[in-house]
């Protein structure tokens, strides 16, 4: 299989070069709480050591759109992002077996925490109330049935349905960006 099928795809029209800095960028991805690290790279016209690439909303933000030029990076989609999903389809390539997805909504002040891969948003306020408990939708694929979320000192346990990694991505991102 072509290693750039999934951008290709994706993204019809990009020419071979932005292709080729996205295929070339895909060893320099980590994963961070929520979002993606992408190594800066001067010789690809990077000026700093790293980006933070993240999924909000349906809709791949990076830092490098914070930038002089990044109007112009947000509308073409950069090379960071492009090589975050690189890696992530890759990534589902390589994940086989079942998996669990549990979804809910929790009560923390800070970002919910979890065994597995969560996904969090926080939940808007409607009431002076709900701003002084803030809450969570949370979703975390995980390899077991029940996973434990994390808030502070308390632990709330959500119990998830049995899916493939494929599937369990698509709830996850399709239940935390509905609000």
Known sequence: MDPLEPLRRKFPGKSRSWLKRALARLG???EGPGYYVVRGRPELGDRYPEYRVWLSGG????TCYLTEWGHKRARDICTHVAAVIL???HKLARREGRFYVAVGVVECRERPQAEGEIYAKPVTGRTIADYARPKWRVAVISERPVVAVRCG???EELRGVEASYEEAKVIAEEYVAAS
Do not use: A, F, L, P
């Open 28 to 30: 320099d991805v980590s």
């Open 59 to 62: 809709k791949w933000y990076c």
């Open 87 to 89: 890696y992530r389809s």
């Open 153 to 155: 000192e308390r632990v």
